[in-house]
């Protein structure tokens, strides 16, 4: 069993950055493929930031690509959101997963472990 906590979420004002920190309890993330999804208000989850087992690769959805930067650091167990030039769309709750796989899953349904999510907030 893999326990996900994040934290970093705030408040920010447009243009403003923030970093993401999720850590893993009782397990070793090496063996996982790691990804940030993000919920706004009346909206579905989607898909954010995605890195592999080992971070060489990493992969973005459109919305946020020159924007954030997932990185990992394995030996502490942690992924982290670096997250610049924010604007009040990117307001949502963020989480971050686990897939039982070395190479990056995009689907919510493909991961196995999920954060509590953390919030984060846009103003213009």
């Known amino acids: 069993q893999v326990q996900l906590v994040e934290s970093g979420g705030g408040s920010v004002q447009a243009g403003g950055s923030l970093r993401l920190s999720c850590v893993a309890l009782?397990?070793?993330?090496?063996?996982?493929?790691m990804a940030w999804f993000r919920q706004a208000p009346g909206k579905e989850r989607e898909f954010a930031a995605a890195?592999?087992?080992?971070?060489?690769?990493?992969d973005y959805a459109d919305f946020v690509k020159g924007r954030f930067t997932i990185s990992r650091d394995n030996a502490k167990n942690t992924v982290y959101l670096q997250m610049n030039s924010l604007k009040p769309e990117d307001t949502a709750v963020y989480y971050c997963?686990?897939?039982?796989?070395?190479?990056?899953?995009?689907?919510?349904?493909?991961?196995?472990?999920w954060g509590q999510g953390t919030q984060v907030t846009v103003s213009s």
């Open positions: 009782g397990r070793t993330l090496s063996s996982y493929a």
């Open positions: 890195i592999n087992w080992s971070g060489r690769s990493t």
């Open positions: 997963a686990a897939a039982s796989s070395y190479g990056m899953r995009y689907r919510a349904s493909m991961h196995d472990y």
